[in-house]
C-alpha cells in the first residue's frame, strides 16, 4: 500500500462508499476533519502537479484542480491510428471513415488505436508519477481513463472477447522501475466499466527480449528497424485464433505497438486493437484528404521509449 499523502479534498484514487446516517456518523466526519486540519497544519505537503497546498490526507498527492484539467482529445481524429485530423469530412475511398494519410497509404498492422488524451500537460505529468516516480495510486486514475478508451472500443469486438495483453518492458527495466506500469493500469481499468469487465488480463502473452535505443531523432524507417524484433511470444500457440487488445500508457510514434501487433498476427491473432491512456499529437493536424497525403508533421514532444 502506498504512503499516506495529502489532497486537496476527497481521496479520488479510492471508490465512493456509502455513507451511515446518524449522529455517529457526523462525529466520524467531525473526527477526520479535525484530525485532517490537524495534519495539514503539522506536516503540509504541496500537489505534485502544480504545487498548490494539499488539504487532507490521500494517497495521490494530487490536487482535484489538476485532475480536473485532464481531457479526452478533442476533435476529429483518424479512425485507425487516432491522429487528430485537420477535416473531419475527408474519407478514404473504400471507408465512410476519415484517415490519416499515412494510414491511407499503408495501414497498420492493428485495426484500431485509441487513447484518452494528448500527452502534454498534466496527463503526462500523471504518467511520469507513476513510471518515474513509483507513485503507485496514479495507476488507479489513468485506469478509469483507459478504462473509458476501452468500453469506446467494445462495440467492435462482438461476440468474442479480447484477451488483454499489455505491452511489457525488459526484463532489466522491469527490474529497476519495480512494475510493469501498461500491466498496473490496465488491472485498475478492468475494475470499473461494466463493459469491459468480462475481459481477462493476460500479462504473460509477449516477453520483450531486447532492450532498444532511444527513438528520439530517428526517422520513421529507423524507428521499425530499432524496434524490430524485440518482442516475442511465451507461447506461440496459444493466441492462434483469438482477438487481441493491446494496452500501454503512450502511444509516442505508434512503432512499439505496430511491432508487437505484427509479433501477434504473425503467430496466428485473428484481430487486434490498441488501447492507451494518452498518445502525442502532432502539432499541426493532419489533413485526411489525399491532396495532403505526402505531408507530415513532427509530435509536440520528443518520443520517448520505454
Not at 157 to 164: D, K, Q, S, T
Not at 262 to 267: E, K, Q, S
Request: glycine residues 8%.
Amino acid at each position: 500500500m502506498g504512503r499516506l499523502v495529502f489532497s486537496s479534498s476527497g481521496d479520488l484514487t479510492r471508490a465512493p462508499r456509502g455513507s451511515r446516517a446518524g449522529r455517529g456518523s457526523f462525529l466520524v466526519s467531525w473526527a477526520g476533519r479535525a484530525a485532517e486540519s490537524l495534519f495539514a497544519t503539522l506536516f503540509p505537503a504541496d500537489c505534485r502537479l502544480c504545487g498548490a497546498p494539499l488539504l487532507r490526507i490521500s494517497r495521490l498527492p494530487v490536487c482535484d484542480d489538476c485532475l480536473d484539467a485532464l481531457h479526452p482529445i478533442e476533435g476529429s481524429v483518424c479512425a485507425v491510428c487516432g491522429e487528430r485530423l485537420l477535416s473531419p469530412h475527408v474519407a478514404s475511398d473504400d471507408c465512410a471513415e476519415p484517415r490519416c494519410g499515412l494510414c491511407r497509404r499503408q495501414g497498420p498492422p492493428f485495426l484500431k488505436a485509441a487513447a484518452y488524451g494528448s500527452y502534454d500537460g498534466g496527463l503526462r505529468e500523471l504518467i511520469h508519477l507513476l513510471k518515474y516516480q513509483q507513485v503507485r495510486p496514479a495507476a488507479r486514475v489513468l485506469g478509469r481513463m483507459l478504462a473509458e478508451v476501452i468500453a469506446g472500443l467494445a462495440p467492435a469486438f462482438e461476440e468474442a472477447r479480447p484477451w488483454l495483453v499489455p505491452v511489457p518492458l525488459h526484463p532489466s527495466r522491469l527490474r529497476q522501475r519495480g512494475f510493469n506500469q501498461s500491466e498496473l493500469i490496465a488491472q485498475e481499468a478492468l475494475k470499473f466499466q461494466p463493459a469491459i469487465r468480462g475481459l481477462e488480463l493476460h500479462a504473460a502473452v509477449l516477453q520483450r527480449t531486447r532492450q532498444t535505443e532511444s527513438q528520439i531523432g530517428l526517422t520513421r524507417h529507423q524507428r521499425r528497424e530499432n524496434i524490430r524484433g524485440a518482442f516475442n511470444l511465451t507461447h506461440p500457440g496459444e493466441v492462434q485464433g483469438r482477438d487481441i487488445l493491446l494496452v500501454d500508457d503512450v502511444f509516442t510514434t505508434g512503432t512499439t505497438v505496430s511491432e508487437c501487433a505484427r509479433v501477434l498476427r504473425r503467430a496466428g491473432a485473428t484481430r487486434v486493437w490498441v488501447a492507451t491512456v494518452a498518445r502525442t499529437i502532432k502539432t499541426e493536424a493532419t489533413h485526411a484528404g489525399p491532396e495532403f497525403e505526402a505531408r507530415e508533421t513532427q509530435p509536440t514532444v520528443a518520443a520517448t521509449f520505454k
